[in-house]
């Protein structure tokens, strides 16, 4: 999720500079220069960039599901044909080849396991997991348990796909539930995982935040139906609500559709952890990840007012400035809401597995709170001096250098 936020990030930066490099080509059109000639092309390359990017992050959030669950309904009878027993032998094999501490043999399996059909998202974990492993010399024996783990995982699903098969129930939703189990991290397997390699690798007590982190896994898939259900539900009440309510329309219900989802996702994610053993403590450390959600929800309903009155506002500006205007607001609502997005993500990330990192706690969780917190003190200044456009402009620019200064790390990081 941290890369589709920097997705996002990217492609409003790119279509600003469409717009403002389509206005720097105006002025050389007017003249009938040949530099217009000459970076007129150019245009299509960003274009290119713009789309590809958009693209690629719709089909991560939307059409990436649709696929995965066409693929795994496509593929169900082959899995228990031959797949799962396939998967199967080779984790077995795997499990002997451990105990018989023959590094060499072990080698040559995991590249053939890493070959193998069916393979969920937690059995691709617990294999580069041990890959890692064996790369740096460390003590596989914990691994063991791990893989009797996933082996008893994969014979269960076998078992209830052979029973959804034979049985020929209709369950509602069973291929979405199935493919989302195959694919995704929070699926109760790969959570399962985690907590089961927290429990073996930590040579400590595990505590809460390490816990927490893989159940707000969960809350990806809860904020995009909570979003889906706000979005119908707000569709259905509009016409309704520009008869009865005579001014700021947009607003009103802009900031409905968001304070909406924001509540049922929490309260989803919230009924999901009172189901847990350990619910009175996960609910107390929740509480910072929905803060960060309440705080999002507030940015954006902030940034649609400045929007509306930029629209709104009569200005004695040409159209062009105009739209700059408009566009740069559309950025700061972006950017600032994306930098609360990514500390969400990054706390969600960076918990999760036992080993911390303090330079991705620095890059992703206290310098972008920083940046939060110092673009809204200025913000709150800036109220008493009626929206001064420089310090807006000094917002953009604090908010531009961080983001770059992520693009710069992101190579390095690797995360």
Same mark, same amino acid.
């Given at each position: 999720?941290?890369?589709?936020?920097?997705?996002?990030?990217?492609?409003?930066?790119?279509?600003?500079?469409?717009?403002?490099?389509?206005?720097?080509?105006?002025?050389? #059109? +007017?003249?009938?220069?040949?530099?217009?000639?000459?970076?007129?092309?150019?245009?299509?390359?960003?274009? *290119?960039?713009?789309?590809?990017?958009?693209?690629?992050?719709?089909?991560?959030?939307?059409?990436?599901?649709?696929?995965?669950?066409?693929?795994?309904?496509?593929?169900?009878?082959?899995?228990?044909?031959?797949?799962?027993?396939?998967?199967?032998?080779? &984790?077995?094999?795997?499990?002997?080849?451990?105990?018989?501490?023959?590094?060499?043999?072990?080698?040559?399996?995991?590249?053939?396991?890493?070959?193998?059909?069916?393979?969920?998202?937690?059995? %691709? $974990?617990?294999? +580069? =997991?041990?890959?890692?492993?064996?790369?740096?010399? %460390?003590?596989?024996?914990?691994?063991? *348990?791990?893989?009797?783990?996933?082996?008893?995982?994969?014979?269960?699903?076998?078992?209830?796909?052979?029973?959804?098969?034979?049985?020929?129930?209709?369950?509602?939703?069973?291929? $979405?539930?199935?493919?989302?189990?195959?694919?995704?991290?929070?699926?109760?397997?790969?959570?399962?995982?985690?907590? %089961?390699?927290? =429990?073996?690798?930590?040579?400590?007590?595990?505590?809460?935040?390490?816990?927490?982190?893989?159940? /707000?896994?969960?809350?990806?898939?809860?904020?995009?139906?909570?979003?889906?259900?706000?979005?119908?539900?707000?569709?259905?009440?509009?016409?309704?609500?520009?008869?009865?309510?005579?001014?700021?329309?947009?607003?009103?219900?802009?900031?409905?559709?968001?304070?909406?989802?924001?509540? &049922?996702?929490?309260?989803?994610?919230?009924?999901?952890?009172? %189901? =847990?053993?350990?619910?009175?403590?996960?609910?107390?450390?929740?509480?910072?990840?929905?803060?960060?959600? @309440?705080? /999002?929800?507030?940015?954006?309903?902030?940034?649609?007012?400045? @929007? #509306?009155?930029?629209?709104?506002?009569?200005?004695? +500006?040409?159209?062009? #400035?105009?739209?700059?205007?408009?566009?740069?607001? @559309?950025?700061?609502?972006?950017?600032?809401? *994306?930098?609360?997005?990514?500390?969400?993500?990054?706390?969600?990330?960076?918990?999760? =597995? $036992?080993?911390?990192?303090?330079?991705? &706690?620095?890059?992703?969780?206290?310098?972008?709170?920083?940046?939060?917190?110092?673009?809204?003190?200025?913000?709150?200044?800036?109220?008493?001096?009626?929206?001064?456009?420089?310090?807006?402009?000094?917002?953009?620019?604090? /908010?531009?250098?961080?983001?770059?200064?992520?693009? /710069?790390?992101?190579?390095?990081?690797?995360?």
């Amino acid at each position: 999720m941290r890369s589709i936020t920097k997705k996002i990030v990217t492609t409003m930066f790119l279509l600003v500079l469409y717009f403002i490099y389509s206005a720097f080509l105006k002025e050389f #059109q +007017e003249k009938n220069s040949v530099l217009f000639s000459l970076f007129d092309p150019f245009k299509l390359i960003i274009l *290119a960039f713009i789309f590809s990017i958009i693209v690629s992050t719709f089909n991560s959030i939307f059409l990436g599901w649709i696929k995965k669950i066409n693929a795994y309904q496509k593929n169900r009878n082959s899995f228990l044909l031959i797949y799962f027993d396939e998967t199967i032998a080779g &984790l077995k094999k795997t499990q002997i080849l451990l105990k018989s501490k023959n590094t060499q043999e072990l080698k040559s399996q995991l590249s053939l396991v890493n070959k193998l059909t069916y393979k969920p998202i937690f059995m %691709k $974990v617990l294999i +580069e =997991d041990l890959i890692n492993a064996i790369i740096c010399e %460390k003590d596989l024996s914990d691994f063991d *348990a791990l893989i009797e783990n996933c082996i008893e995982q994969i014979e269960g699903i076998k078992v209830s796909e052979q029973n959804h098969l034979i049985t020929n129930k209709r369950e509602a939703f069973f291929d $979405v539930r199935k493919s989302y189990e195959y694919n995704s991290q929070g699926s109760k397997f790969y959570i399962d995982y985690y907590q %089961k390699k927290q =429990d073996i690798l930590s040579k400590n007590r595990r505590n809460e935040w390490n816990l927490l982190s893989l159940q /707000m896994l969960r809350i990806y898939p809860i904020i995009i139906y909570s979003v889906l259900i706000s979005l119908l539900a707000c569709i259905l009440i509009t016409p309704l609500a520009v008869f009865v309510i005579k001014g700021n329309t947009f607003i009103i219900i802009a900031a409905t559709f968001v304070s909406f989802s924001t509540c &049922l996702a929490v309260i989803w994610h919230s009924i999901y952890l009172f %189901k =847990d053993p350990n619910s009175r403590v996960l609910i107390k450390r929740a509480m910072l990840f929905y803060l960060v959600l @309440i705080i /999002m929800a507030i940015n954006l309903i902030w940034c649609f007012v400045n @929007i #509306q009155n930029t629209l709104t506002v009569q200005t004695t +500006e040409n159209g062009q #400035q105009e739209l700059f205007n408009f566009l740069f607001e @559309i950025l700061y609502c972006v950017l600032s809401t *994306a930098l609360m997005a990514y500390v969400f993500t990054t706390l969600i990330e960076l918990f999760r =597995d $036992v080993y911390f990192n303090k330079i991705i &706690l620095w890059e992703g969780i206290i310098v972008p709170s920083i940046v939060f917190f110092v673009i809204s003190i200025i913000n709150i200044l800036n109220l008493s001096l009626k929206n001064s456009q420089f310090y807006f402009s000094i917002n953009l620019w604090i /908010m531009s250098l961080y983001w770059i200064g992520v693009w /710069m790390m992101t190579p390095i990081l690797k995360f």
